[in-house]
Nanobody
Protein backbone atom coordinates (compact mmCIF):
# COMPACT_ATOMS: atom_id res chain seq x y z
CA UNK A 1 0.00 0.00 0.00
CA UNK A 2 0.87 3.65 -0.37
CA UNK A 3 -0.19 6.22 2.19
CA UNK A 4 -0.63 9.84 1.14
CA UNK A 5 -0.86 12.92 3.32
CA UNK A 6 -1.70 16.30 1.82
CA UNK A 7 -1.03 19.67 3.41
CA UNK A 8 -0.84 23.33 2.51
CA UNK A 9 -4.46 24.23 1.97
CA UNK A 10 -6.03 27.32 3.44
CA UNK A 11 -8.07 30.46 2.90
CA UNK A 12 -6.62 33.00 0.49
CA UNK A 13 -7.81 35.91 -1.62
CA UNK A 14 -8.19 35.92 -5.37
CA UNK A 15 -4.83 36.45 -7.03
CA UNK A 16 -2.88 34.88 -4.18
CA UNK A 17 -0.72 31.75 -4.32
CA UNK A 18 -0.60 28.52 -2.37
CA UNK A 19 1.63 25.46 -2.50
CA UNK A 20 0.15 22.09 -1.69
CA UNK A 21 2.31 19.16 -0.65
CA UNK A 22 1.62 15.45 -0.68
CA UNK A 23 3.97 13.06 1.08
CA UNK A 24 3.89 9.40 0.07
CA UNK A 25 4.96 6.51 2.27
CA UNK A 26 4.83 2.75 2.08
CA UNK A 27 5.34 0.99 -1.26
CA UNK A 28 6.51 4.12 -3.05
CA UNK A 29 8.58 2.05 -5.48
CA UNK A 30 5.29 1.07 -7.12
CA UNK A 31 4.39 4.65 -8.07
CA UNK A 32 4.34 5.40 -11.79
CA UNK A 33 2.76 8.85 -11.49
CA UNK A 34 1.06 11.11 -8.99
CA UNK A 35 -1.85 13.38 -9.64
CA UNK A 36 -3.85 16.14 -8.06
CA UNK A 37 -7.62 16.16 -8.30
CA UNK A 38 -10.08 18.62 -6.84
CA UNK A 39 -13.71 18.54 -5.81
CA UNK A 40 -15.76 21.68 -5.49
CA UNK A 41 -18.94 21.71 -3.38
CA UNK A 42 -21.73 19.89 -5.16
CA UNK A 43 -19.52 18.86 -8.07
CA UNK A 44 -17.65 15.78 -9.17
CA UNK A 45 -13.98 15.31 -8.49
CA UNK A 46 -11.95 16.62 -11.44
CA UNK A 47 -8.40 16.18 -12.62
CA UNK A 48 -6.04 19.11 -12.09
CA UNK A 49 -2.47 17.95 -12.76
CA UNK A 50 -0.23 14.90 -12.85
CA UNK A 51 3.46 14.07 -13.04
CA UNK A 52 5.30 10.86 -13.82
CA UNK A 53 7.46 9.90 -10.91
CA UNK A 54 10.73 9.07 -12.68
CA UNK A 55 10.53 11.02 -15.93
CA UNK A 56 8.85 14.12 -14.58
CA UNK A 57 6.45 14.44 -17.50
CA UNK A 58 3.46 16.60 -16.64
CA UNK A 59 -0.16 16.94 -17.64
CA UNK A 60 -2.61 19.70 -16.73
CA UNK A 61 -6.29 20.40 -16.98
CA UNK A 62 -7.04 23.33 -19.26
CA UNK A 63 -8.59 25.19 -16.33
CA UNK A 64 -5.28 25.35 -14.44
CA UNK A 65 -2.73 25.38 -17.26
CA UNK A 66 -0.42 28.36 -16.96
CA UNK A 67 -1.37 29.01 -13.32
CA UNK A 68 -0.57 25.70 -11.56
CA UNK A 69 2.71 23.83 -11.59
CA UNK A 70 3.17 20.26 -10.42
CA UNK A 71 6.59 19.03 -9.34
CA UNK A 72 8.10 16.24 -7.29
CA UNK A 73 10.99 15.66 -4.93
CA UNK A 74 11.91 12.01 -5.22
CA UNK A 75 14.19 11.74 -2.15
CA UNK A 76 11.40 13.27 -0.07
CA UNK A 77 8.66 11.18 -1.72
CA UNK A 78 6.74 14.41 -2.10
CA UNK A 79 4.71 15.94 -4.89
CA UNK A 80 3.84 19.64 -4.91
CA UNK A 81 1.18 21.73 -6.55
CA UNK A 82 2.15 25.38 -6.84
CA UNK A 83 -1.01 27.37 -7.43
CA UNK A 84 -0.70 30.96 -8.61
CA UNK A 85 -3.26 33.57 -9.61
CA UNK A 86 -5.92 31.72 -7.66
CA UNK A 87 -9.55 32.32 -8.53
CA UNK A 88 -12.72 31.76 -6.49
CA UNK A 89 -13.57 28.89 -8.85
CA UNK A 90 -10.42 27.10 -7.64
CA UNK A 91 -12.15 26.62 -4.29
CA UNK A 92 -12.28 22.88 -3.65
CA UNK A 93 -10.91 20.01 -1.64
CA UNK A 94 -7.66 18.98 -3.30
CA UNK A 95 -6.64 15.32 -3.30
CA UNK A 96 -3.42 13.69 -4.35
CA UNK A 97 -3.39 10.19 -5.75
CA UNK A 98 -0.98 7.63 -7.16
CA UNK A 99 -1.17 5.41 -10.20
CA UNK A 100 0.85 2.26 -10.77
CA UNK A 101 0.61 1.91 -14.54
CA UNK A 102 1.30 4.04 -17.58
CA UNK A 103 -1.62 5.39 -19.60
CA UNK A 104 -3.99 8.27 -19.17
CA UNK A 105 -3.84 10.71 -16.30
CA UNK A 106 -7.22 12.38 -16.21
CA UNK A 107 -9.62 9.74 -14.94
CA UNK A 108 -10.09 8.86 -11.28
CA UNK A 109 -10.14 5.15 -11.99
CA UNK A 110 -6.57 5.38 -13.28
CA UNK A 111 -5.41 6.00 -9.70
CA UNK A 112 -5.10 3.49 -6.93
CA UNK A 113 -4.31 5.30 -3.69
CA UNK A 114 -5.75 8.59 -2.45
CA UNK A 115 -5.03 11.05 0.30
CA UNK A 116 -7.60 12.53 2.63
CA UNK A 117 -7.69 15.90 0.91
CA UNK A 118 -6.88 19.46 1.87
CA UNK A 119 -9.30 22.38 1.63
CA UNK A 120 -8.47 25.37 -0.53
CA UNK A 121 -10.80 28.35 -0.31
CA UNK A 122 -10.33 31.41 -2.50
CA UNK A 123 -12.33 34.50 -1.62
CA UNK A 124 -13.20 37.18 -4.14
Amino acid sequence: QVQLVESGGGLVQAGDSLRLSCVASGRTFSIYAMGWFRQAPGKERDFAAAITWRGGSTSYADSVKGRFTISRDIPKNTVYLQMNSLKPEDTAVYYCATKDLSGGFKRENEYRYWGQGTQVTVSS
